[in-house]
């Protein structure tokens, strides 16, 4: 069942960076019917196995944020949106959920990174798809989407990828897959250029530092063909990526120095000064958008705004509490996970992405990923002191002793309750 359950997963994670291309009518995208499957099987694996994982402080403090949330529901003008958004909080806690509950060990917490890495190449080839279409039409269009989103949105979601599919093609066994992974680099820099994104431009600059941090970690045999790779990439988008998105690129220096960035600078001047009247609990969740009347177009002052200090001293809790983790990690998966949650605090800068599936899926991944090789190293420091038994000092053999931090279940279930 627990098998069962992960694929679901996996498809829901697949789904996540394409989902708008299909929408469902009566339900909604293509994702939330994965979810959906996905959290039924996931509920009947917990309750047939009649035990779940211990969660972390991340997800203690997740589901604070979330309750924090639920109560801002009731005091907002609008508390039909205001519960929708709430309930929007729920699922993707949820999500949360079940990549900790499901994908316990490194190679399962590998394939939903591989999953959502395969949902980018299918949403980057969608967008190239549309370029190509109207190309020499009538239609005069700068910038390029997959079908049913947003070009922010989209350039966003695709930079995420960018790190994931890096350490994958440089760490995943199976070469098909890291030959895929690696495909995607040139791809996906093509699709983030045909959204003419400036923010993705950003993030994308942010993700491809995991190039210069992880090669002095790989074996030289590896260091070349990175180097290729990247040479490659680089050469690919120039030659494909058409002028008008390097036009908008080359105003961000000029939008940034003014002080406008597309007039955002307006609206979050709006927000802060809506701040200053409710600082502590905020206007309600969904509150921004009556306030200000505008989308907020920064996922940090739309949860301060909506939520008050307490909502995002309690939101930017979740992003310390996986940062403080890190740092017991192996120098490459450390470097890889800094990285991929700099790209996403890049990310949630310049667009109203606090509720957004992509942000979730990393910060869940990234939860999972850390806990799952913490145990794992602690588990081979254990074998390793049991394979050498010391002297107890009387010609004897002394019990060797537990490294701290040994996991006394199995290190793929990780501990439960």
């Not at 998966?333 to 992405?353: D, H, N, S, Y």
Request: hydrophobic share 55%; proline share 5%.
């Amino acid at each position: 069942m627990t098998t069962v359950a992960y694929i679901a997963l996996w498809l829901f994670c697949f789904a996540v960076p394409w989902e708008n291309i299909i929408v469902i009518p009566g339900l909604g995208t293509i994702s939330k019917l994965f979810g959906i499957v996905a959290m039924g099987v996931a509920v009947l694996a917990a309750l047939s196995s009649a035990r779940v994982r211990r969660i972390q402080p991340f997800h203690a403090v997740a589901l604070l944020f979330v309750m924090w949330a639920g109560l801002g529901a009731f005091y907002v003008a609008d508390e039909a949106r205001g519960l929708n958004k709430f309930g929007t909080y729920f699922q993707l806690f949820l999500v949360l959920w079940m990549i900790w509950e499901l994908a316990g060990t490194p190679k399962r917490q590998l394939g939903l990174l591989f999953a959502y890495v395969c949902g980018a190449i299918v949403a980057a080839t969608n967008t190239i798809m549309v370029y190509r279409s109207l190309l020499g039409s009538e239609k005069y269009v700068r910038r390029f989407s997959a079908e049913g989103f947003d070009p922010n949105d989209l350039g966003m979601t695709l930079a995420l990828a960018l790190p994931m599919a890096w350490y994958l093609g440089m760490t995943y066994r199976q070469p098909i897959m890291r030959w895929l992974c690696r495909g995607y680099l040139p791809l996906g820099l093509v699709a983030i250029g045909l959204t003419g994104s400036r923010g993705a431009l950003l993030a994308s600059i942010v993700a491809l530092l995991i190039v210069p941090l992880s090669v002095t970690q790989l074996s030289r045999a590896k260091v070349g063909g990175a180097i290729v790779l990247l040479l490659l990439s680089v050469v690919v988008a120039v030659a494909f990526i058409p002028t008008a998105s390097w036009d908008r690129f080359a105003t961000t220096g000029s939008e940034v120095a003014a002080g406008n960035m597309n007039n955002r600078m307006t609206i979050w001047k709006a927000g802060f000064r809506a701040f200053t009247q409710r600082p502590i609990v905020g206007y309600g969740t969904s509150g921004f958008n009556w306030t200000v009347h505008s989308q907020p177009h920064n996922a940090y002052l739309a949860v301060l705004v909506e939520n008050g200090l307490i909502g995002l001293a309690l939101y930017l809790s979740m992003f310390l509490a996986l940062f403080l983790k890190l740092f017991g990690l192996p120098t490459l998966e450390r470097r890889f996970t800094l990285v991929l949650l700099a790209t996403l605090g890049v990310a949630l800068f310049p667009l109203g992405w606090e509720d957004r599936k992509p942000v979730w899926f990393v910060l869940g991944i990234v939860a999972a990923f850390t806990q799952g090789h913490l145990a794992a190293m602690a588990g081979a420091a254990w074998q390793q002191v049991a394979r050498r038994p010391a002297s107890n000092g009387r010609g004897g053999q002394r019990r060797p002793r537990m490294p701290l931090g040994a996991p006394v279940r199995n290190a793929e279930r990780g501990p439960r309750t």
